[in-house]
């Protein structure tokens, strides 16, 4: 049933140390230890969770107007109580952690109003969390075989006049099994190719924000074997927000979906299991600072 108790505390320490050589080269440093104690009378677990995270950065401007950069790190992410409570195993037994091996090069370019960022990255997990649809009679958060998602992307920002601004993002990712019995198969639920522009207009103290999304087709939730003949249908959502402030109020009215299109980014089954995202939704919003 639903009922019982969960608890989670946690203790961490961190450690970062940044450093400016001449004045075109930084360097940063950092670590994280952090331990989790979580209880749960529903599952009966009293366990302790211990993680690390690390990452090494460093940047170069090998012009006024050109900077390279370079990353590597282990980051992580813990199991929920929710989480924990969706699973399929034994009495007293949780998820495990989500590590993952983090690389990443590239360059940018411009100053501060125009300026574009291309990066090429890599990301090595274990044990993602993840909602299986095939566990169990109605499905179950686990940890998944080991993946990799690897792509590239590029953003750029102009300053088109005093009033205007424009922002826009493409990447392309890769994502696969790399061990166990898909290794070598497409990752569900991940677009191959995603874009996004946002157009930014401010006068005094008045903002409008138009911004357009598209997604490209993925394969549905269920689909690990890379068997189900269709996938999941792209599609491109419009949204956008008038804000003005009024003294210490801002009023704002806030449209997502303006196209009212009918589309799905979750579905766990084989064309089946889908759940619809919100059709043309707009708010009102009132908001004082104080």
Known sequence: DGSGDAAQTARAAYVRDEAQIASNTRIALGLRHEVMDKRSTANAYDKGQGVNAWDVQASHAVLPSLRLFGKAGQSYRLPTADENRGIVLAAGQILKPQTSHDLEFG????????????????????????????????????NLDPTKRQGVELEAAARLNADFSLKANFQHIAATFTDGPNAGKEMVLVPNNTASARLNWQSGNQTVNLGVLWADAQRYGSDFSNTCNVRMPSYTTVDARYAIRVS???????????GDRRYFSQAFGCASGIYPESGRAVKFTARYDF
Not at 114 to 142: M, Q, S
């Open 107 to 142: 360059a940018t370019w411009g100053g501060a109003d125009n300026n574009a960022t291309l990066r090429w990255f890599r990301h090595r997990i274990k044990d993602e969390l993840f909602y299986d649809p095939t566990v169990g009679a109605f499905g179950a958060n686990v």
């Open 248 to 258: 210490a109020w801002e009023l704002a009215l806030t449209g997502s979906n303006l």
